[in-house]
């Protein structure tokens, strides 16, 4: 396998060693000295009473140092939360609990099996309510979810962003228009985007320790956001934030569930601090379910005004957006990022009406995606709906409406955003030349001609991602309000020591993406320092500058185009060592194999180490020198980035039992320059099959009480290795402009693109039966009723 | 109860609702098996029993009172990696790693069972076992490249050696 | 999460498992522990004492005696998917869990089990076995036809064992069809048939049709079996018979299917069942 460190190449990954070989640090792993142990008595109720809680019996059990109600912890504010629209969320659920599993007392004891013991015998007595439940029940305000607030609809979202009055005015008329003409047709459907449980292998855990002596509270936690944490626990307990260690090890996946400040997240460093012991509290899977954010839960109306000829002339979206009780970190600003990408590649005029609503359920927040696999799930949906409906290729419908090239650089998007670069029209033709999607084509065909139903879907999608700009902290993006008031930067720190080893230090850490090997070949590009030499850290609030963390697609955008500015600072400042020992001019230095070598004169050259040693040694530095070899870049780019693509697909259906077996996959994506492809193609498998997972199988079932029904995995199916297939992928590259690197971002490319391509194809093979449209997931119970329906 | 664990006998008194994992991961300090769930289906525990693959959290430790159980910790040989660890390395079969020493210790038990497994087999032998980042697709390489190792022959070469 | 504290008997042998059932206020057996533990760790279940089998000797061999297979009560599913067994229970103990609980689970402890959506107890209810049963007053032998009574319930009296499955050794051909709740197979069945038919002289002479996943428990289904008797075994006979599927059953809906579906869903796997077992007899 290749070592070279150039950019765009395979390089086997750095973090891998230790996680083969079981040696990687999770925070479940983390044992201290006299650790305690929280466990957390959760509601059962969706809406109830809290008319009394009993904790004698628990409190004089083995081992149990405290129970906790909120009587103990009111003082203490509620959970901090980043966009704080809506209800805020209690410590410990305050009266009354708003949605099955919320936290109601917690236990400390000296074993997990103690405060699991103590848990079970902390008695509580509710007084039921009812639960709203419904998205449309919630909306009409028939009962108010929270006293305090006017309406169950916390925000309305619409097209174009930033209109005022007047231009929203004009568009609902020019849509009217466009109805009345005689030569439109008008194509509408509603369809469900269901609630889901992001379920990372790894459960939350969080570990705390205070140390009074030093007055420092070290604090680990599988978080996403670790820099966020730190403030939010200082925040609450009153700790500046120098004084809170916080360190994310190895996350064991994330996907949205861990970029979030939870409230076990304050309370077990607030109860270790109390008790003066260290304290452990890791979540079990069914708790997982009730009390880790959820997410999606649209229901919505998406129509298509457009000319038999394929010229789209409008595209609506009215849909309300599932907010659950409360609102955490980013909750109303998720059907926001849908807003982003509202009109996809598209050039139609566009307006979405998004209603986010409170319910009687668990919050939602960010999952991979966020918002946009939302909103293009309508868009694509509706887009192949009107293709069949005019009986044109949907692959030349969506040609036909593309914003064409020539509008960049520039374009504007009909919802009303600056599009960095796009090439949309090369990147779907990349797929329909591609001799795979023939041979799906033929494939179906063959196996309708024996009789079977079979389709091929095709979608293409858009992201926006790589947040972001600075100036956006007006609109949310920034940790302010965990009294981190840092926009959304890239922030990156290179230190050359002194033996020409190189420390790469960066605040936003991985969960599965690979940070190690990518930074490394960003750093070894840039300054020539071998990779074997580079070290990459992250994820530790001490050692790193503060950062933002991983989500959104952003991590490489942002934090690796920092550490490659703060690799060129270091760089120059190389060069003018180098300069000044080979006595050469700096313009003429270059970086290769671990050493600065002169253009044109090949014997003269000079290895990283003597230059890092001279560096550490001022007085052989060129005068006015300053001591040293190290950089901190903040980048704040100048836009999101907005990478694209096409996915297709080739199902059977068992017209018997409504089972759907997907054939083969193919993919055409486009994220810009691609630092490691190995690592960027596993992005996109991952981000396909959790996809694939919301088409067929994940359902976040309530019944009408607010019961989670399916809060564990034998009834929560995430698709095995038996129910996917392998992955076929290419790509267009498309750099962007607003980094350095080019690169736009793929950690949520995969789960965007990919549900509507799976319904698509499932109708497809059910369209000579008559079915328009299936509701996800496409379990076979669904497929089956939707070809009686559409038979009778 | 005594058993073997990654080749050294261990004894010791536990509750009887300890269960293997537990037993693994806090008596023994080996916390490369891990845990994502309890109801026996995520298989981040799994780890050999008498050369089998089984769930460590669907087991309770007395009932391993006499066996020998190989963790991930145990699979290598010295610094040598077992196959399996070094085709999950070559082959991209991890992001996150959370799901991995299962998935490599389930693996295990398949290829001793089955030396030579069609990818259907593979797919379905892993069935137990899930993960959230890979999409499956380079587990299903990487166990293929340590099947091929392991019986000798050369392994199929990566994708992105074949498209470069 | 950890179970409730219990006590733990390993028993070495069944009169000694079968004194300790009797000893305590709310025992429960275990083989593989596939079942009872998640449940233990769920904390839906909290018996006071378990009292393992696993390590009373004689009972992980299956045995031939003429007319009858024999399955010990320690036999894993990954051995009776390998073992000469008729094809619906070899295929039934294949798709049963996935590869680290076959090696774990045993037949005998899902039979017993008796969960609504189980593979192998309809598979030894379609062979016409029957379960020995050790109590406290002795052995006793009791019919499939008889051993599924409600959901979750069997004949076994609180204090017996069920310690072995005999299966009858008969001609003819079998199958077990399913649709699992997930695309593979190891999943628990949205619905499932199993079946055994037998021909003489190109007719239908004895079939028996028993389904998972449909009704409370798994169950013969009569009417299919009633219908096929006589016939041809053509694809056209097994299919009207196969019209009768759910027929004095009551259908059953949960997460993954309406009554509507999942009485469809028993008519297509009692008729893909049958072909295949048909074209095996």
Known sequence: MSTTSALGGVVRRREDPALVTGTGLYVDDVKRTGMLHAAFVRSPYAHARITSIDADEARSMDGVKAVYTADDVRHLGSLPVQVPVGQARPLLADGTVKHMGEAV?????????????????????????????????????????????????????????GADDETQAGLVDQIAAAKDRDDTVVVSLEMNNQRLLPTAIEPRSVVAEWNSGYEEMTLWSSSQMISAVAGAVGKVLGIPYNHVHAIAPEVGGGFGAKLNVYPDEILVPWAAKQLGKAVKYTENRREAAVSTIQGRGWIGTATITGTREGEVLAYELDAICDMGAYSQNFTVAIPFLGVFVGSGQYKFPTRLKLDCVTTHLQTTDAYRGAGRPEAIYYLERIMDAYSREIGMDSAAVRMKNFIPNEEFPGAMSPAGFAIDTGDYGTNLQAMLDLPEYSEMKAERDRLRSEGKLAGVGLSTYMEVCGFGPSGLVDLGFSWAEYGVPSAFNGSGLVRVNPDGTANVIIGTGPSGQGHKTTWSQIVSQQTGIEMDKIKVTYGDTKEAPVSIGSFGSRSAAVD???????????????????????????????????????????????????????????????????GGMEAHAIFSPTNAT?????????????????????????????????????????????????????????????????????????DYPMPTA????????????????????????????????????????????????????????????RVWQAMQDAQN | MSLTVNGESVSADVEPRTLLVHFIRENLDLTGTHVGCETSYCGACTVLVDGKSVKSCTMLAVQAAGATVTTIEGLAEGDEMHALQEGFWERHGLQCGYCTPGMIMSAAGLLAENPSPTEDDIRHGIEGNLCRCTGYHNIVKAIDYAASKLRGETPAPAEWEVNA | ??????????????????????????AKVMSGGMSLIPMMKLRLLSPDVVVDIGRVPGLDAISEDG????????????????????????????????????????????????????????????????????????????????????????????????????????????????????????????????????????????????????????????????????????????????????????VLEDLYGSVEYKTHLAKVMVRRALNQAFAQA
Request: charge should be negative; include cysteine.
């Open chain 3, 1 to 26: 999460m950890y179970p409730r504290a219990f006590d733990y008997v390993a028993a070495s042998s069944i009169d000694e498992a079968v004194r300790e059932l009797g000893n305590a206020d709310f």
């Open chain 1, 105 to 161: 007392a917690m236990v400390v004891a000296a074993t997990r099996t103690q405060a699991q013991d103590a848990a079970d015998a902390v008695f509580v007595d509710y007084d039921a309510l009812e639960a709203v439940v419904d998205l449309k029940d919630a909306a009409s305000d028939r009962m108010k979810v929270h006293d305090g607030l006017d309406s169950n609809i916390l925000v309305t979202w619409t097209t174009p962003f």
């Open chain 3, 67 to 250: 007319d009858a297979i024999t399955i010990g009560a320690l036999v894993t599913h990954e051995k009776t998917a390998a073992a000469d067994v008729p094809a619906v229970l070899k295929t039934a103990a294949a798709w049963t869990g996935d590869r680290q609980v076959r090696v774990r689970g045993t037949t005998c402890g899902a039979v017993a089990h008796a969960d609504i959506a189980a593979d192998q107890p309809s598979a030894v209810l379609a062979l016409g076995g029957t379960i020995t049963a050790q109590g406290p007053d002795g052995t006793r032998e009791i019919a499939a036809d008889d051993f599924f009574v409600d959901a979750m319930t069997s004949a076994l009296e609180p204090h017996e064992i069920l310690t072995s499955i005999r299966i009858p050794k008969r001609g003819g051909g079998s199958a077990y069809e399913k649709l699992g709740r997930r695309g593979g197979h190891t999943d628990y069945a949205v619905a499932g048939a199993s079946a055994w038919v037998e021909k003489s002289n190109g007719s239908v002479s004895d079939a028996r049709v028993a389904l998972t996943g449909v009704g409370l428990k798994p169950e013969l289904t009569r009417g299919v079996m009633e219908a096929l008797i006589g016939t041809d075994g053509s694809e056209s006979a097994v299919a009207s018979a196969a019209e009768r599927a759910v027929e004095g059953i009551t």
């Open chain 1, 560 to 626: 690796g185009a920092a550490a490659f500015e703060a690799a060129g600072k270091v760089r120059e400042k190389a060069a003018k060592v180098a300069a000044h020992l080979l006595e050469a001019s700096e313009d003429d230095i270059r970086f290769e194999d671990g050493a600065a070598h002169v253009a044109g004169s090949p014997d003269k050259s000079i290895s990283w180490e003597e230059i890092a040693k001279t560096a550490y040694q001022p007085h052989l530095l060129p005068e006015g020198m300053e």
């Open chain 1, 722 to 781: 038996a129910d996917v297939p392998s992955y076929e992928l290419h790509r267009t590259v498309t750099p962007t402009d607003v980094n350095p690197l080019g690169v736009k971002g793929v950690g949520e490319a995969g789960t965007i693109g990919s549900a509507q391509t799976l319904v698509n194809a499932v109708v497809d093979a059910l369209a000579e039966k008559g079915v328009k449209h299936v509701d996800m997931p496409l379990r076979p119970k």
């Open chain 1, 642 to 714: 907005w990478p694209f693509g096409t996915m297709a697909c080739l199902v059977s259906v068992d017209s018997d039992t409504g089972d759907v077996k997907i054939l083969r996959w193919v993919n055409v994506d486009d994220c810009g320059e691609v630092i490691n492809p190995m690592i960027v193609d596993g992005q996109i498998h991952g981000g396909v099959a959790q996809g694939i997972g919301q088409a067929l199988f994940e359902d976040a079932i309530y019944d009408g009480d607010g019961n989670l029904l399916t809060a564990g995995l034998i």
